[in-house]
């Protein structure tokens, strides 16, 4: 059964960069893309950003310019930094393994939640 | 910048069928468009139920249906139970393969 866990510092400072860790147990990173989504307190879910194995990038134009994924087949994890962060940026963020048109995402993280405050 | 709209809440009763749907601010939602359908109860990661239109994923029942209706994509709940009183939300694949989600819909079975 392929699990993934998300990691990283739950309490982030304006203007710094948030940066999380995606573990991914039970399967191989290879020949998947995986994406990262989003969820602001009591709302709703936002698309991130997408990587493949290979490095493949796709990302959420509002959110492109700070934003920088990566993956290590090496560990098999995958790594999300994003930049300039102000208080919007609060949020639970889920790694999911993304099959794309023909088969959604079909594994998600628990979720790790980020919170943006001094 | 486009906008994928849901109905904010929907109420349904135990045993009843319910038809939530999702469209596009400027257009129509067609198969091109892939929607994916996934299902969150509180607390927990959410779960894909449908996707490229109308297939379930695996161990999803067979109350819960995808299709075109118009010009929107529509996931219908037959014999809604209590159980699946949770938020649902859709996903349209853009052309530039970006994925969009919209605000999802929080279903009440009472």
């Known amino acids: 059964q392929v699990q993934l866990q998300e990691s990283g510092p739950g309490l982030v400072k304006p203007s710094e960069t948030l940066s999380l860790t995606c573990t991914v147990s039970?399967?191989?990173?290879?020949?998947?893309?995986w994406s990262w989504i989003r969820q602001p307190p009591g709302k709703g879910l936002e698309w991130i950003a997408y990587?493949?194995?290979?490095?493949?990038?796709n990302y959420n134009p509002s959110l492109k310019s700070r934003l920088t994924i990566s993956v290590d087949t090496s560990k098999n994890q995958l790594s999300l930094r994003l930049s300039s962060v102000t208080a919007a940026d609060t949020a639970v963020y889920y790694c999911?393994?993304?099959?794309?048109?023909?088969?959604?995402?079909?594994?998600w993280g628990q979720g790790t939640l980020v919170t943006v405050s001094s | 910048q486009t906008v994928v709209t849901q109905e904010p809440s929907f109420s349904v009763s135990p045993g009843g069928t319910v038809t939530l749907t999702c469209g596009l601010s400027?257009?129509?939602?067609?198969?091109?468009?892939?929607p994916t359908w996934c299902q969150q109860t509180p607390g927990q990661a959410p779960r894909t139920l449908i996707y490229?239109?109308?297939t379930r994923s695996s161990g999803v029942p067979d109350r819960f249906s995808g299709s075109i209706l118009g010009n929107k994509a529509a996931l219908t709940i037959t014999g809604a139970q209590a159980a699946d009183e949770s938020d649902y939300y859709c996903?349209?694949?853009?052309?530039?393969?970006?994925?969009?989600f919209g605000g999802g819909t929080k279903l009440t079975v009472l």
């Open positions: 400027s257009g129509s939602v067609s198969t091109n468009y892939f």
């Open positions: 999911v393994r993304d099959q794309g048109r023909l088969g959604g995402f079909d594994y």
């Open positions: 990587i493949s194995y290979s490095g493949n990038t």
């Open positions: 490229s239109t109308n």
């Open positions: 996903v349209l694949y853009m052309s530039s393969a970006i994925r969009v």
């Open positions: 039970g399967g191989s990173i290879n020949n998947y893309y």
